[in-house]
């Protein structure tokens, strides 16, 4: 009897004992899979726009130049395709994560930690075009799109400011805010992902 005891357990008689896997890493890295396809299209609509931008404005210049916040720089370009890399990595992350594999709780964290400072520079830099333009509608006040950009008034371009902030808020800070707390603090081992030590969420 004493060596019945003592006889190990054969991995067939371990899966007995094995919980069943949590549910919360398919709906995670659903989500992750979701937002940063969302946003890497979102991005790709408004690097097209942005591309056209130029050709689509000559005719409303009259003569007038490009304003300099119409005008991408390499800048620009490096933040873009900064943003699109990471974009791409929450998108892995997420995979991997409905997969259950731990390597993807360090890819959304990684995304998660860069993100907030990243959007919170693109919001200066979007701060800073909109003081260019309206620079730019001063010094061509008989231009179609500046007058156009003044007919609003001082209301319509605060309300634009508290949009544009909104937004960086929501896109920018809490999604990802979600992401670092949930994998920073939350659930923060593999054991968790995998059920051995965590039940149905």
Known sequence: MNDQLTEPIDS???DLFAGPAPAWPKWIGGFAIGWGGLMLTCTGIM??????LPKMME?????????????????DW??????????????VGGVLCVMRNP????LILIWGISSIPFSLVNYVRQMDAQESMRAWAQQ????TIAQNMTAGGQSAQQIGEVVGLAMTIVLGIIVPAFFVVWFGFIKTKPAQMLGAEEEII
């Open 140 to 143: 061509y006040p008989d231009n």
């Open 78 to 91: 490096s933040l873009m395709a900064v943003g699109i890399l990471a974009l791409l990595l929450l998108i």
């Open 12 to 14: 067939h008689d371990e």
């Open 103 to 106: 390597l993807s709780r360090v």
């Open 47 to 52: 690097s097209a726009y942005i591309l056209y």
């Open 59 to 75: 005719p409303m210049l009259e003569g007038a130049p490009l304003p300099e916040a119409m005008q991408l720089g390499l800048l």
